[in-house]
C-alpha cells in the first residue's frame, strides 16, 4: 500500500503519522502543500496541527492550498482519504464531509485518554474494530465540537455515516462521555463512500503499548488488508 | 547633548553607572546609545548582581558538553546524541499580560534551544501565583495557563510535566518559569560565537514592531500601583510563525550554512548582535535601514530595542546564502542581510546613511558593572518541640484537608490543557516524579523534573537551596534514571536589600553544595531579581529543572502501585520533621521553624541503593517522599490504579503525625514482592540504608492501623474538588 | 474602494464566546445586557473603482473564504 502525508506550513502530527504508516509498511511520501501534483497512492493522509496558524478558520487556509485540487481528485475516484483532527477540520473546509467544527464547549483546549464507540466497522479504515468496538485514543484539540444542522445529522445517523462517537469505558454514550459538546457525541465522519474519514481523536497516538493504548494498530492493520 | 537626569533614571540607570559609560567611552552617549546601554547593563542582561555568586556553581561533569554561557546547555547522552535545555524566567510580563507574558515565555525559551540545533521535545514549566482569595490569582492562572497551551501546542512540543503553587507571597509579583529540553547530534551544535571578518548578518523571521519595548528593563525594575501602565511593553508571541521558523532554522543546520546563530530574546536585536560579536572578539556593523520593519517610520532607538518575538540572527558561510534565502522563502520568513562583522571591536549602526551609534563592545559586555552587593546572612531557625495541641489534630480530618489545599489538589484541570502526547515520544507526562520522554527512534529516554521549594528557602536558604536540588535528584531517580545535570531559575526580589541579596546568596550557596556532592551540576539558567512590589518581596524562590538519562526504556519504572499483596517499605529513616511542612501550613497554620535538614551522605547513598534495587528489576513502583510526607506519598502511589494500602506505623519515639506528614528528605517508597524482598533487604542493609516495611497493598482502600479505612474513591474526589470549583 | 465585511454567526449556533461575554457583563454589574454574539469584522481595500464590480467581488470572497458557510452570515458595506 502507498500513502501519502501532506504537510502544511504548522502541521505538526505530521511526523508522528509518517511513524505510524512506516511501522504497518505502508510506503509513504511527505508531500509540501505547495505542489500541484500527488505522487501514485493508496491512501492521503491530511495530518493534525495548526496548518496556517488556524488564521481565519481552523483548516480554512489549508483548504486553498495548491495541492488540494489532487486529494479532493483522489477521493473522488475513490481513493482512501483520511483526515485526523485538523486533517479533519480541512475536510470541513474543502466540503468533502459535512458540518462545522467549532470551538469546544467549554472554550479550553483538551488534551487527554477518551473511549470511543465504532459506530460503522463497514468501512475499509475500521474494518478490525468489528471485534473490538469499544476503544481508546487521544485527543487534543480546541476546535473539536463537531455541528451541522439536524437534517445533516439526521442523514449521517440514518445513512451511518458516523464512524466513532465518544463514549465511557463502558461503551455509553450520553453528555459526561462527551469532552467537547460534539452534537450526538460525534468525533468521527465518513463520506456518502466512505472512501473518506474526517476524525478528531488521534489513531497515530495509539500504537505504541510503551506509550498508550495500541487501538490505533487497529486501523492501520485494517487498512493494509 | 547632554541627556536629562529623568531620561537616565527612566532607562533604569543609576547616577553612577551613567558616569561610568561617560568615562568609557569618552563622552556622554546620545539617546540611541543610552537605550542601549540601559537594555545591555540592566540586570536580566548582565547579571551585575548575581555573576559574583553564580561563579561558585560547578558546572561542569564528564557528561557536561557546554555549561553556562551559551543560549542554553549542553549534555552528552551517548550514541552521538546530546540533550539542550534551558530554564528562563517571564514573571514580570505574565503578571502584566498573563496570556502573551506566558506565551511568549515559552517561546522564548524555545528559540533558546533551537538556535543551538536541537530540535524540541519537550516543555515544561513552574508556575507560582498569589494566594487563591486575592482577587487577581484567578484571572492570572487562567491567563497564563492558557498562554502557555496556546503557544506550546500550537508550534507541536509536548508540554509533560510542571508545577503550581500558590503562596501570598506572590500576590503581586507572579512567577513564569519555562524549561524546554532539545535533541540534538553531538557533532552538531551551534554556538554563537561570530567567527570571520567581513562575515554577512542575517536577520530571519519574523517583522520587527514595536512591542516589548524595554521589556529587559522592565524585567529589572519593581512595580508599583502603576504596573498597568506597562502594558505596552509586553511581547506578543505568534507560535506559529516560530514553528516556520523552528523548521527553517533545522532545515538551514542540515548542512554547514551557519557559522554562528543567536535568538533575539530580551533587549532583542541590541543584544543578541553584541554578545555575538563580543563573544568572537570582533566588531559589527548594522544597516537599520535593512531591517524588515512591520510598522511604518521606526526609528534606530525603536529597531534596537524592540521584543518583537520570533527572530533570528545568523552568519552564514558566503556560498550557502542562496540556499538559505530560499530555505526562508519556502517557510514564508523574512531573510535580510542587514550587517557585517568588522575588526574594529564596536558596534556601529547606520541609518539613512548616517551613523547613528558607535560603542566599543566591551563597555556593553565585560565592562558592565559588576556588583558585590552587600548582603546578611539567615540564621537557622530554632526547632520547637512538638505541642500537645498538634495531636489533637485528627489525622484524617488533617489529610484531608491537605488533599483539598491548592497547592496539592490533583492539577489535570491545569495539564489537560496542555498536548502531552504529540510527537509520540512521550511516555511519562505529567503527575509522575519525573516527566519521560523517549529519544525518538531509540529505546532511551530523557527523564526530566522541575521543583521548587519556596517555603523551606524562605525559611533558611541555604538548606533550601540544598534540599531543592536533592529533591530533583531523587525524583529523576524514582523514575529509573541517571541524574546528569541541572538549569536553574534564582527568582528574589530587590538584591539592593541586604536581606534579599542574603537569601540569594545563601541560596545559591546551598545549590552548589549539593549539586557538588550528587554531581548534578547547573549547565544553565537565569537570574529574575526585583520581584517585589510596593516594597514587599516575593519568598526566595530558585526552581530548579533536572535532566537524567535512562539508557533503557525496559527499565524505566513509574509510581502507582502495580499488586495487591505487595509489601510496602519506606526508605531512609523518618525522624519527624514538621516545620515548614505541608500539615504545618494547611492544618496546624503554624509558619514556624526551620526547614528539614538535607544530609547530602543519606540523599547519595539512598538513591544509589534505589537505582541498584530499580536496576535489578527487584521493585514495581518508586515514589520519593517530599512535600505532604509519607501518607500524601502513599496517596499518590493509589491515586492511578485501583489498588489501596494497609499500614501501620512501625513503633518509634514520634507522634502519629510526624510519622505521617513529616517531610524528613532523602527518603523513597517502594513496592515490592514476597519473592524479592529478601535480596532488597540483602541490598540496603549491605549499603547501610535504613528502611522499614509499613505494610502492604490491598484493593481500593487506605488503611491505616487505629486511624482510619476509607475508599480510595472518596479521597480522589476531594483530591479533584478545587481546581474544578475555583476556575 | 474599501469595503467591509460584517460576519456574524447564524441564529441557530451555540456561541459559548458570547455566552461567557454576556456572562462577564453581567459580573462587572451590567444586569440589563441579555444577549451577546461575537461575530468578526474585515476591512477590504481593492483596486476598483466600479461600485458594482467592488460589490460582486466582496460578495464572492466572502462565501468562497471568508465565512464558514455551514455556520455563518455577512453583511458588507461600501466605505
Known amino acids: 500500500m502507498k500513502s501519502s502525508v501532506i504537510v502544511f506550513p504548522g502541521s505538526n502530527c505530521d511526523r508522528d503519522i509518517a511513524v505510524a504508516l512506516d511501522k504497518f509498511n505502508i510506503k509513504n511520501q511527505m508531500v509540501w502543500h505547495d505542489e500541484t501534483d500527488l505522487p501514485k497512492s493508496d491512501l492521503v493522509v491530511l495530518p493534525g496541527g495548526f496548518s496556517f496558524g488556524d488564521y481565519l478558520r481552523t483548516g480554512c487556509i489549508a483548504s486553498k492550498s495548491k495541492i488540494i485540487k489532487s486529494v479532493i481528485d483522489h477521493a473522488s475516484k475513490g481513493g482512501l482519504l483520511l483526515g485526523i483532527c485538523n486533517g479533519f477540520q480541512i475536510l470541513i473546509e474543502t466540503s468533502l464531509l459535512p458540518g462545522a467544527l467549532l470551538r469546544n464547549k467549554k472554550l479550553k483546549f483538551i488534551s487527554k485518554n477518551v473511549y470511543l464507540k465504532v459506530t460503522n466497522s463497514n468501512n475499509i479504515f475500521c474494518l478490525g474494530y468489528k471485534k473490538k468496538d469499544i476503544i481508546k485514543f487521544p485527543i487534543a484539540h480546541n476546535e473539536g465540537n463537531y455541528f451541522a444542522k439536524n437534517d445533516i445529522i439526521k442523514n449521517l445517523e440514518d445513512k451511518n455515516l458516523i464512524a466513532f462517537k465518544y463514549c465511557d469505558n463502558k461503551g455509553v454514550i450520553n453528555i459526561h462521555s462527551n469532552p467537547n459538546g460534539s452534537s450526538n457525541n460525534i468525533a468521527g465522519i465518513l463520506n456518502k463512500n466512505k472512501n473518506v474519514l474526517g476524525l478528531m481523536p488521534h489513531p497515530e497516538r495509539a500504537i505504541d503499548p510503551l506509550l498508550s493504548s495500541i487501538d490505533g494498530s487497529i486501523m492501520f492493520k485494517s487498512l493494509i488488508q | 547633548m547632554k541627556l536629562s537626569s529623568k531620561i537616565i533614571s527612566e532607562h533604569g540607570l543609576k547616577k553612577d553607572e551613567y558616569n561610568k559609560i561617560v568615562s568609557l567611552i569618552g563622552r556622554d552617549p546620545n539617546l540611541l546609545e543610552l537605550g542601549i546601554f540601559s537594555a545591555m547593563w540592566n540586570e536580566h542582561c548582565s547579571y551585575k548582581s548575581s555573576k559574583k555568586h553564580l561563579k561558585n556553581l560547578p558546572t561542569k561533569n564528564k557528561k557536561v558538553i557546554q555549561g553556562p554561557g551559551e543560549n542554553a546547555g549542553v549534555i552528552d547522552i551517548d550514541d552521538n546524541d546530546a540533550i539542550i535545555f534551558k530554564i528562563e524566567s517571564h514573571n514580570h510580563p505574565s503578571f502584566i499580560e498573563p496570556y502573551q507574558g506566558a506565551a511568549t515565555g515559552v517561546g522564548g525559551i524555545l528559540r533558546d534551544v533551537f538556535t543551538m540545533g536541537a530540535r524540541p521535545i519537550a516543555c515544561l514549566n513552574s508556575i507560582h501565583f498569589g494566594d487563591q482569595n486575592h482577587p487577581k490569582t484567578k484571572n492570572l492562572l487562567n491567563g497564563v495557563v492558557s498562554g502557555i497551551g496556546g503557544y506550546g501546542n500550537c508550534i507541536g512540543i509536548p508540554t509533560v510535566g510542571g508545577e503550581v503553587k500558590f503562596n501570598s507571597s506572590y500576590n503581586e509579583n507572579i512567577l513564569v518559569n519555562a524549561m524546554a529540553v532539545g535533541l540534538a547530534k553531538k557533532n552538531k551544535i551551534f554556538y554563537s560565537k561570530a567567527e570571520g571578518l567581513n562575515k554577512s548578518v542575517i536577520y530571519v523571521g519574523s517583522k520587527t514592531g514595536r512591542d516589548g519595548i524595554h521589556g529587559a528593563s522592565m524585567a529589572s525594575a519593581e512595580f508599583d500601583e502603576n504596573a498597568e501602565d506597562k502594558k505596552p511593553t509586553v511581547q506578543v508571541g505568534d507560535p506559529f510563525t516560530e514553528k516556520l521558523l523552528l523548521e527553517a532554522c533545522l532545515e538551514l543546520m542540515k548542512d554547514d550554512s551557519i557559522i554562528s546563530i543567536q535568538d533575539m530574546g530580551a533587549a532583542g536585536l541590541t543584544s543578541s548582535s553584541i554578545e555575538m560579536a563580543s563573544k568572537g572578539n570582533l566588531g559589527i556593523e548594522i544597516n537599520l535601514n535593512k531591517i524588515p520593519c512591520r510598522e511604518e517610520k521606526m526609528t534606530p532607538y525603536e529597531m534596537m530595542l524592540s521584543e518583537s518575538q520570533e527572530r533570528m540572527l545568523i552568519i552564514l558561510n558566503p556560498e550557502k546564502e542562496e540556499n538559505a534565502k530560499k530555505i526562508f522563502k519556502k517557510w514564508n520568513l523574512d531573510f535580510s542581510i542587514i550587517g557585517k562583522t568588522t575588526n574594529t571591536k564596536n558596534i556601529v549602526l547606520k541609518f539613512n546613511n548616517e551613523e547613528v551609534a558607535n560603542l566599543p563592545l566591551k563597555s556593553l559586555s565585560s565592562e558592565a558593572p559588576l556588583y558585590d552587593r552587600k548582603w546578611k546572612s539567615n540564621p537557622l531557625p530554632k526547632k520547637i518541640k512538638i505541642s500537645e495541641k498538634v495531636k489533637s489534630y485528627k489525622i484524617l480530618e488533617s489529610f484531608k484537608k491537605i488533599l483539598k489545599s491548592p497547592n496539592n489538589s490533583n492539577k489535570n484541570w491545569v495539564c489537560h490543557q496542555y498536548d502531552q502526547t504529540v510527537m509520540g515520544d512521550t511516555v511519562q507526562g505529567s503527575g509522575g516524579d519525573s516527566a519521560v520522554v523517549r529519544i525518538h527512534g531509540s529505546n532511551k529516554g530523557v527523564a526530566i523534573t522541575i521543583d521548587s521549594s519556596t517555603d523551606y528557602c524562605l525559611s533558611h536558604p541555604i538548606t533550601g537551596g540544598k534540599q531543592i536540588v536533592s529533591e530533583a535528584w531523587r525524583n529523576l531517580i524514582s523514575v529509573g534514571a541517571s541524574p546528569i545535570a541541572i538549569t536553574n531559575c534564582l527568582n528574589f526580589g530587590n538584591p539592593e536589600k541586604e536581606n534579599i541579596m542574603g537569601q540569594f546568596v545563601e541560596c545559591v550557596d546551598g545549590i552548589s553544595q549539593a549539586s557538588k556532592y550528587l554531581d548534578f551540576p547547573v549547565v544553565s539558567g537565569n537570574v529574575s531579581f526585583y520581584n517585589e512590589t510596593n516594597n514587599k518581596a516575593i519568598s526566595p524562590t530558585p526552581t530548579i529543572g533536572g535532566v537524567g538519562l535512562i539508557k533503557n526504556l525496559d527499565n524505566m519504572i513509574t509510581k502507582n502501585f502495580k499488586h495487591e499483596n505487595s509489601i510496602i517499605l519506606v526508605i531512609g529513616k523518618t525522624l519527624g520533621h514538621l516545620h515548614q511542612s505541608e500539615f504545618f501550613r494547611e492544618v496546624v497554620n503554624d509558619h514556624s521553624g526551620p526547614p528539614p535538614e538535607v544530609n547530602l551522605f543519606n540523599e547519595k547513598n539512598n538513591g544509589f541503593v534505589v537505582q541498584k534495587i530499580i536496576s535489578k528489576k527487584l521493585t514495581n513502583a518508586v515514589h520519593d517522599v517530599s512535600s505532604g510526607g509519607i501518607l500524601l506519598a502513599l496517596f499518590e502511589m493509589c491515586v492511578d490504579g485501583e489498588i489501596g494500602i494497609n499500614i501501620e506505623i512501625p513503633n518509634n519515639n514520634i507522634v502519629t503525625h510526624q510519622y505521617l506528614f513529616g517531610e524528613d528528605q532523602s527518603r523513597y517508597i517502594i513496592e515490592i514482592s514476597e519473592k524479592n524482598k529478601n535480596e532488597v533487604y540483602n541490598i540496603l542493609k549491605e549499603n547501610s540504608v535504613y528502611y522499614e516495611t509499613i505494610g502492604k497493598t490491598i484493593k481500593e482502600n487506605i488503611i491505616v492501623k487505629n486511624e482510619f479505612n476509607i475508599n480510595i474513591n472518596e479521597l480522589k474526589k476531594i483530591n479533584t474538588e478545587w481546581f474544578a470549583s475555583y476556575c | ?79
Open chain 3, 1 to 79: 474602494m474599501k469595503i467591509s465585511a460584517i460576519v456574524t454567526l447564524k441564529d441557530d449556533v451555540l456561541d459559548p464566546q458570547g455566552k461567557v461575554v454576556n456572562q462577564t457583563l453581567k459580573n462587572m454589574g451590567y444586569t440589563n445586557i441579555t444577549n451577546v454574539r461575537q461575530g468578526k469584522y474585515f476591512e477590504i481595500e481593492l483596486n476598483e473603482s466600479n461600485e458594482e464590480k467592488a460589490k460582486k467581488t466582496a460578495h464572492e470572497i466572502c462565501k468562497k473564504l471568508l465565512i464558514n458557510t455551514v455556520i455563518e452570515d455577512y453583511k458588507i458595506y461600501l466605505k
